[in-house]
């Protein structure tokens, strides 16, 4: 049994976590300062955490590389298992032409592309993020938004900054009940909790999103729908969060948000966009990457009108369109009876993983992530492959048009699978060497900017692992821990730890690479990076001021029931 010690490094804390942080270094400089390939980026920090783990922590080489396997086996299924099934139902629809019938009805609701940008990518990504999370919202929204015109580098970019607030509540909650079930609080405390936390991120995210698509004008026109859009989700996922459920907090608000926006739409004249207006906001965002100029129009050629020809759908043609979503919607609904999920859980396998012997640097117990759950039957990816199957029967796609499809999705994602194969094994090489381990608890030893810097840890374990279920299971026990020892209330740091989480979800190798892949911009990540860096940052010291108020007499009513 190997058990890390938290400071290899001559008893030194601060010194042990800088050389801990060595394999992120050089990810983060491959990828954003020397714009090398994602895939290259992340086998380069694999190789460094490895060397690391052995050199420094002493770990065993064959239990380090064992590592590796089960976090890439990881990387593999759950999480592309996921993506890929949720793309190839999109690729269904757009191999027959639903696809484009759904784009003439988002087209409809507006023809204005910053409005589009809030439907598409934050309320139809929330309830995407709801259903499914790891990286569908950003695949399917942003192929969603290239459809209705944007470049494809600004569709990555409003995509991955709009699947922001919602993560928390992602997979039927998943994130949330994992962080209550590690840490031993209970569920609606952790619930509750991050439902006072996240709505401050959905109020403020439509018009950023706005922002990104037409600058200083756009917020100016089109302020009071984004923000009405905003207010609406923060609203029903405080609500919900704290006094519905845990598991539909993000159907409900995605639902209430949309409506809203759909109605104050409707009551508010906005200002159109010329074609003059929209080279005017191309020169003065400066130009996307490629020498392409930025556009606001609907139709790509930034008249902001649309299509060119109107094409009107038959009602059957619409309630087609919208079927695989309605499909996905009611399978997962389904799942979540109590005696169809007794069945589904049948379906589980649970062992430790073969040769893997490590114990938790603090406790001694044998680690949690040395056990593999190959729940092939009730995982996301499976139940949004049965929708698939299920679409393709209700819509009579023939089989070998649906098998077409899965085909081209494995080929359109297949830089994607292998760079979240290999962040995910750099994840579980630096979680079970100590190394993550060592980089939190030096954080966490920040006392009484413990508060502040608690978000920053859920930040750090999202952008690494791009999964805030994963941050929380890293991170979670270590925030009750530090709470207690600082007399700040367990509940609130936990919960930071989840929404401050969030915020690394863009900036993770593995939601940019699926970005990158759904956009056909394969081999760009590092510049999607360093779009979406500054945003992050800046909602991420949002939310730190924020949990540092809440922890104090200034905003500690927020944490009242």
Not at 289 to 316: C, N
Not at 550 to 556: A, C, E, M, P
């Amino acid at each position: 049994m190997f058990q890390p010690v938290l400071d290899p490094l001559g008893g030194s804390l601060g010194w042990s976590s800088l050389v801990a942080a060595l394999p992120l270094v050089v990810f983060f400089v491959l990828l954003g300062v020397l714009r090398v390939q994602a895939w290259i980026s992340a086998l380069s920090a694999l190789a460094a955490s490895i060397v690391v783990a052995v050199a420094a922590y002493g770990m065993p080489v064959g239990q380090s590389l064992n590592s590796a396997v089960l976090g890439a086996l990881f990387g593999l299924f759950p999480i592309m298992w996921i993506v890929v099934n949720a793309l190839w139902v999109y690729q269904m629809t757009v191999d027959t032409g639903h696809f484009e019938v759904l784009r003439r009805s988002f087209g409809r609701l507006s023809d204005d592309q910053r409005l589009q940008a809030v439907i598409v990518a934050f309320c139809f990504g929330a309830l995407l993020e709801a259903l499914a999370g790891f990286g569908a919202p950003v695949a399917i929204s942003s192929v969603m938004l290239i459809a209705l015109g944007f470049k494809p580098f600004k569709a990555a970019t409003v995509a991955l900054v709009a699947n922001t607030a919602p993560v928390a509540f992602g997979a039927m909650g998943t994130p949330v009940i994992t962080l209550a079930e590690l840490t031993g609080l209970p569920l609606e405390d952790v619930s509750s909790t991050v439902g006072r936390q996240t709505p401050l991120l959905a109020a403020v995210v439509p018009v950023l999103l706005v922002f990104l698509v037409d600058g200083k004008r756009g917020v100016r026109q089109t302020w009071w729908p984004a923000l009405a859009c905003g207010l609406s989700f923060a609203v029903a996922q405080f609500v919900t969060s704290n006094y519905l459920s845990v598991e539909l907090t993000d159907v409900v608000a995605a639902l209430v948000s949309v409506g809203v926006l759909v109605l104050v739409m409707r009551m508010t004249t906005i200002p159109s966009v010329t074609a003059e207006d929209a080279s005017d906001a191309a020169d003065a965002s400066g130009r996307e990457a490629g020498g392409a100029p930025g556009g606001t129009g609907a139709s790509g050629d930034g008249s902001g009108t649309g299509t060119a020809t109107e094409v009107r759908d038959g009602r059957r043609a619409a309630v087609n369109a919208y079927l695989p979503y309605a499909v996905i919607i009611a399978v997962f609904a389904v799942s979540q009876i109590p005696a169809v999920k007794a069945v589904l859980e049948k379906g589980a396998v649970l062992f430790d993983w073969p040769g893997l012997h490590v114990a938790d640097p603090v406790t001694g117990k044998p680690a949690a992530s040395t056990v593999f759950n190959f729940n092939w039957l009730p995982a996301t990816g499976t139940m949004l492959l049965l929708s698939g199957v299920l679409t393709a029967l209700l819509l009579a796609v023939p089989p070998g048009v649906a098998a077409r499809s899965y085909g081209k999705t494995l080929r359109q994602l297949r830089w994607a699978i292998l760079t979240v194969a290999a962040v995910l094994a750099l994840a579980y090489v630096m979680n079970l060497s100590g190394q993550t381990s060592t980089i939190g608890h030096f954080i966490a030893g920040a006392g009484a900017a413990l508060a502040f810097l608690s978000p920053v840890l859920g930040w750090l374990g999202v952008a690494v692992t791009g999964s805030d279920t994963s941050s929380n299971a890293l991170f979670g026990i270590l925030q009750v821990t530090a709470a207690k020892n600082s007399g700040y209330a367990p509940e609130l740091l936990a919960a930071a730890n989840s929404s401050g989480g969030v915020l690394g979800k863009m900036l993770s190798p593995q939601n940019l690479a699926i970005a990158a892949a759904a956009t056909g911009l394969g081999g760009r990540e590092a510049e999607l990076l360093r779009k979406v860096v500054g945003w992050s940052l800046a909602l991420l010291l949002l939310m730190c001021v924020l949990v540092f108020l809440q922890s104090t007499s200034v905003l500690g009513w927020m944490l009242l029931s």
